[in-house]
Each structure stands twice: as C-alpha cells, then as structure tokens.
Nanobody
Framework: QVQLVESGGGLVQPGGSLRLSCAAS????????MGWYRQAPGKQRELVAL???????RYADSVKGRFTISRDNAKNTVYLQMNSLKPEDTAVYYC?????????WGQGTQVTCSS
C-alpha cells in the first residue's frame, strides 16, 4: 500500500511559477513509474510529466520547456517545477505511482493560473 500526499498548489498569475511536491509513504523504488497528471473542468485526466521505469522522463507537448519533473529517492518525493504558467494550465494536479502493478493516486492539488 502506498499513500501519496501532494502540496504546493495555489493561485498564480500568468507567467508565474509554482512547485508541486508529492511525498510517498512506504518503500518505493527508483524504477517505479511515478509522475503527475492533471484534470481541468469538463476534461479528461491527462499526463503532464512522469518518470518511466527506466528512469527517463516524459512530458506532455503542452508543457515541454516550461515544466520540469524531478525526484528525491531518499525522501520518496517527486516534484514538478512549473514555470511560465498559462491560464490553460489551470487544473487539479494529481500525483501518480505504479507500485507492484497497482496504480495509486494522490488526492489532488488545485493550480489556478489567472490574472
């Protein structure tokens, strides 16, 4: 069993930055698929960024060059640095991990980009 706790969401003006954090309980491994998804009102949940089982990163085209995913294995924590935020980035952001073939999700954190 894994629990994911997100933090760092909030309200930011266009062009601003936020950093999301996701702390995982339990003993996760560096080869677990882990990352971030988001869901905007009326839309399906979509991939934002993640680490593959091989340790490489994947990003949605819409965030490439603006968002950076990183992890601290010693702290069982994954981060999402979001720069140059746009109103269309407004969504609930969910942390995700696949652990022993089971998907786990955090409770979500709201990110709102508005002037």
């Amino acid at each position: 069993q894994v629990q994911l706790v997100e933090s760092g969401g909030g309200l930011v003006q266009p062009g601003g930055s936020l950093r999301l954090s996701c702390a995982a309980s339990g003993s996760i491994f560096s080869n677990n698929v882990m990352g971030w998804y988001r869901q905007a009102p009326g839309k399906q949940r979509e991939l934002v960024a993640l680490f593959t089982s091989g340790g490489s990163t994947r990003y949605a085209d819409s965030v490439k060059g603006r968002f950076t995913i990183s992890r601290d294995n010693a702290k069982n924590t994954v981060y999402l640095q979001m720069n140059s935020l746009k109103p269309e980035d407004t969504a609930v952001y969910y942390c995700y991990i696949n652990f022993w073939l089971t998907d786990y999700w955090g409770q979500g954190t709201q990110v709102t980009c508005s002037s």
